[in-house]
């Protein structure tokens, strides 16, 4: 049996005020930066570092379609997200600035790229190192600046430090509803990274089933109260507050069920590819 463990309160709405990043913070070379399962809607433009990504093969590209997952804005041209969001995958389209899934939201804009690096160690069919960075030729910000006056996009900061056990954070997307579709709204939830032990402790999975690379998050005790993220939120951030920032701390990787108590989220650990992160952006 784990110990006991304190956990933070939750709440389902981001903590106001927070700031967010420039390259140069996240240790980049450059700077051209500026500053759910029964989730709640959040008020438009308090992520402006989450992306809507729209994922295309060469098939979609030709007939048309597309998968669904998140992002999250680390550079000024570069936005990280999943592996398996990535793989397989010809083109991608970042919509930025966006609440609403149908569009039309004021300064929400479209960027294209087909240029994807998934992190080396990835293996296939084993859910580890899954991370993909996404380079967008144009400048995310600029293109922020010219559409919303730059409030509808934001670079979140990158970890220094390993992820905060018991801390409230938040995840967010536009991914299944308990009402089984896709919702309209970019929808947060409140979560709670959790222990390793205390994970495996409370949960079904077993140890090999998480990965060094990875970290589990959601309720304390996972008391059935069903909140999570789930498909479509993919490769979305999970972002919890250090000094006053905006820390991108985990990327929604995988999950057995959606909101099933003893079955929490699993996400990438961004601390744990940081250096791959920077070394990447630095050299492209």
Request: glycine share 12%; hydrophobic share 35%.
């Amino acid at each position: 049996m784990s110990p006991p463990f304190i956990f933070e309160p939750l709440t389902d709405l981001i903590q106001e005020g927070l700031m967010t990043c420039t390259d140069v913070e996240n240790g980049f070379s450059t700077n051209r930066g500026h500053r759910i399962f029964n989730g709640a809607e959040v008020d438009p433009n308090s992520w402006p570092w989450i992306v809507n990504m729209f994922f295309q093969t060469e098939n979609q590209m030709e007939q048309g379609g597309a998968s669904i997952s998140g992002g999250t804005i680390v550079h000024s041209n570069w936005v990280l997200t999943a592996a398996h969001c990535c793989e397989d995958k010809a083109r991608v389209f970042g919509r930025f600035g966006q609440h609403n899934m149908n569009g039309g939201d004021d300064g929400e804009f479209t960027l294209s790229s087909e240029n994807f690096i998934i992190h080396p160690g990835r293996t296939e069919n084993v859910r580890n190192n899954d991370f993909c960075l996404v380079k967008f030729d144009n400048s995310i910000t600029e293109a922020g600046d010219e559409n919303c006056a730059g409030n509808c996009v934001g670079i979140a900061c990158l970890p220094s430090a390993p992820v905060p056990s018991g801390q409230a954070c938040w995840a967010a997307g536009w991914g299944v509803t308990e009402l089984n579709n896709l919702s309209s709204n970019l929808l947060s939830v409140g979560l709670s990274p959790l222990p390793l032990d205390y994970c495996l402790d409370k949960s079904h999975y077993f140890a090999s089933q998480i990965a060094s690379d990875n970290f589990c998050a959601g309720l304390p005790d996972f008391d059935g109260d069903g909140k999570d993220t789930c498909q479509g939120d993919s490769g979305g951030p999970l972002i919890c507050a250090v000094n006053g920032k905006v820390v991108l701390t985990g990327v929604t990787s995988w999950g057995a069920e959606c909101a099933f108590a003893g079955r929490p989220g699993v996400y990438g650990d961004v601390f744990f590819v940081r250096t791959w992160i920077t070394s990447i952006i630095n050299s492209n």
